[in-house]
């Protein structure tokens, strides 16, 4: 089965760019047909869906937070990265990578001096 699992530092300064990383076991990067995405629950809040990097290799990005996120892949570690610049308190989330079969646990990052 598809599996993943989110790492990078749970605490980011204000201003500076927040970096996550995926691992995916069970599946490759580039399986055919497959969307991997990173999605972001901010304390007392909804999900919200911020872009995903197809299995070609072409990326999607929510319009709201385009101009500060890229979505990049590594096919040679089985692993696709989440950057968001300029963070500040507002982006303190539980950070989640997804697929449409699996989501990862989602990990805690929180913006603060």
């Known amino acids: 089965q598809v599996q993943l699992q989110e790492s990078g530092p749970g605490l980011v300064k204000p201003s500076q760019t927040l970096s996550l990383t995926c691992t995916v076991s069970?599946?490759?990067?580039?399986?055919?047909?497959?969307?991997w995405s990173w999605i972001r629950q901010p304390p007392g809040k909804g999900l919200e869906w911020m872009g995903a990097i197809h299995y070609s290799g072409r990326t999607n990005y929510s319009p709201s937070l385009k101009s500060r996120t890229s979505i990049s892949r590594d096919t040679s570690k089985n692993q696709f990265t989440l950057q968001l610049s300029s963070v500040t308190p507002e982006d303190t989330a539980v950070y989640y990578c997804a697929t449409f079969v699996s989501w990862g646990q989602g990990t805690q990052v929180t913006v603060s001096s």
């Open positions: 069970g599946a490759s990067v580039t399986t055919s047909k497959y969307y």
